[in-house]
């Protein structure tokens, strides 16, 4: 697996066609510096070059926080200018883009604090299955900080113009169920139940066609118009490519068999 050339909190762990990647400054409440903003593209391109890899779990180390967010103990000498703000930004939009660009599913498993741009990472997430002691909030306009417009596009796609600009606007807090009734997660459960929901989750779309699932997840963000989506051309050879894959035939056999498919990704 490459890693960014500096240090970084990201810890990797895979089994089963399950990638799990974990923030880990738990002494920090996962707080995320700027080596660790940095790493995510390069981490999460070699998740989606891995064969081996189906499906990609986002987490925070401990019981805590999934992420409090960008590490605000930088911001005095990195974002000290507007320059060092906007590569600030920069660094952040990488990241939550190449979380969203990701051809592999992407859930977040969200125990605890999940603030500013750690709900941002979550929100680039394909899936989000948060416990019920989860909190989310997004305080930029506390701390005076320009929120990236491509991110801010990801926040609308899930839950809306209007409930967008009320976690903005106010910068309140929102607890689990709040957070599954404005649609920020699908799913909450207890928090003892968190590991295993997420596992289960995993699994069962590790075990549908990866072919399938990658032509859906481009044109679904194709038509919530998220940044970088594909265009029609691309999605279309990405569906064509389903139809002539083994996948296709192996699914119409174990359909007429009356039993489990059994998808290689070719």
Known sequence: MPSSSAAHSLRLSVASGVATLTIDNEARRNAIDFATWRAFPEVMAALGADEKVRVVVIRGAGDVAFTAGADIGEFGSLRASPEGGRAYEA??????????????????????????????????????????????????????????PAGMAMIVAAIGAAAAKDLIFTARRVDAAEALALGLVQQVVPAADLQRATADLAATIAANAPLTIRA??????????????????????????????????????????????RFTGR
């Open 91 to 148: 660094a952040n939009l990488a990241a939550f883009e190449a979380v969203a660009a990701c051809p592999k599913p992407v859930l977040a498993m969200i125990r605890g604090f999940c603030l500013g741009g750690g709900l941002g990472i979550a929100l680039a997430c394909d899936l989000r299955i948060a416990a019920d002691d989860a909190v989310f909030a997004i305080p930029a306009a506390r701390l005076g900080v320009g929120y990236p």
């Open 216 to 261: 859906a997840k481009a044109a679904i963000a194709t038509a919530a118009g998220l940044p970088g989506a594909a265009g029609p051309d691309e999605l279309q050879a990405l569906a064509d490519a389903c139809f002539a894959s083994a996948d296709y035939a192996e699914g119409c056999a174990a359909f007429l068999g009356k039993r489990q498919p």
